[in-house]
């Protein structure tokens, strides 16, 4: 199964669609959000993807902070008020989704109410994301599949019976195209904790594209869910991780985005093909390096071969030595030198 989104299909046998996530690492400043869209595009993202919200739609005035909000932010300030200083204006997402489409990259947010989807929508985005913290969100769901756009759903803090009814609340709207990534919901995530071959069991379970949110320090896993098969990569990246703010210290910088984003090119190159053969350039050497049936000393004519007058050596360009039995008991039809290749037309 594959799914469009703009330009870029994604699905098996796809390049991966790496989505550069600069979240709320912006800090509410529409410079600082410019500045990351051209980290992303020159790091080599397919996407570049903020978060859309009114912190009044989100949360309570007294909601609990997150433990890793604990050790990354002011410990006077509340969820909310956090929530408040990462607010874009809707005049925000206007310029920044023109300069995405300037800079040709893909501009996509994840939406955490419904005021915040149509507004997305307005702006013409491909596709709608939604947050780990929303899968049991329904009425949330519903409203960003009626929209009949590709939804890409992150399955953190789930079990796998929460990922089926989320499924479900998606296809009853009617919308097929949906891209399920496993992901681990905390920042940063411990290695020891990512269950990366859970990728296997959304995949046989649901039969959706699968990838894969990454909020470890490195990007090891990432690399590794390539050979799991994610067609879809998404990574927090920060233009310097001692910037002030909740997701700075999980996020990648911008040259380390960009050794990422090269390195799953590298190994989607590295994978290539299940089909198992010789490649273009290893043929040559398959006359070089393999070896052939040579006479181990001088054959005159008329003799009848032993194993111990023949032997096996490079170059590979005469009889395979796989044949090495059958050449024992056949009869030199001309003399033959130490050393000389064995021919069918010299024995017989």
């Known amino acids: 199964m594959s799914i469009k989104i703009a330009n870029r299909t994604i699905g098996e046998g796809k390049p991966c669609f790496i989505i550069a996530e600069a ?40 909601a609990e902070k997150a433990e890793y909000l604990k050790k990354t932010t002011n410990k006077e300030e509340s969820h909310y008020e956090i929530l408040r200083k990462q607010e874009l204006s809707e005049k925000a997402h206007v310029e920044l989704k023109k300069y995405a489409d300037s800079q040709k990259i893909i501009f996509l947010s994840t939406p955490y109410d419904k005021e915040s989807v149509e507004l997305l929508v307005r702006l013409g985005i491909p596709a709608l994301k939604v947050s780990s913290a ?64 859970a990728m296997n069991t959304l995949k046989q379970a649901f039969g959706f594209p699968v990838g894969y949110s990454d909020h470890t320090m490195n990007f090891e ?10 067609v879809v990569i998404e990574k927090h990246f920060t233009l310097n ?7 700075h210290r999980a996020s990648l910088e911008p040259c380390e985005l960009k050794d990422m984003i090269a390195r799953i090119r590298n ?16 043929i040559p050497n398959r006359k070089i390096s393999r070896r052939s049936i040579v006479a181990a000393i001088s054959i005159p004519k008329g003799i009848v071969i032993t194993d111990n007058m023949i032997d096996t050596k ?12 059958g050449i024992v008991g056949l009869k030199t039809i001309s003399d ?9 037309h010299k024995v017989g």
């Open 336 to 344: 033959i030198k130490k050393d000389e290749l064995i021919t069918w």
């Open 23 to 62: 979240g709320v690492n912006h800090n509410g400043d529409i410079k600082l959000a410019k500045q990351l869209i051209d980290v992303a595009k020159k790091a080599g993202a397919d996407a570049v993807k903020f978060q859309t919200f009114t912190a009044e739609k989100v949360s309570t005035r007294y």
């Open 241 to 247: 991780r001692n910037l002030p703010g909740a997701d």
């Open 314 to 325: 490079r170059p590979g360009t005469g009889i395979s030595p796989k044949y090495f039995a």
């Open 267 to 282: 190994v989607e190159l590295a994978l290539g093909s299940p089909e198992k053969r010789p490649t273009g350039e290893e």
């Open 221 to 230: 896993v990432s690399l590794a869910a390539i050979t799991l098969g994610a």
């Open 134 to 197: 929303d899968i049991t969100n329904y009425p949330l769901l519903t409203h960003i599949a009626c929209q009949k756009l590709p939804v890409i759903l992150s399955t953190g803090m789930s079990t796998l019976g929460e990922i089926e009814d989320a499924v479900r609340v998606v296809k009853n709207t009617g919308n097929e195209q949906l891209i399920l990534l496993h992901c681990n919901f905390n920042y940063p995530a411990r290695i020891e904790d990512i269950n990366l071959m």
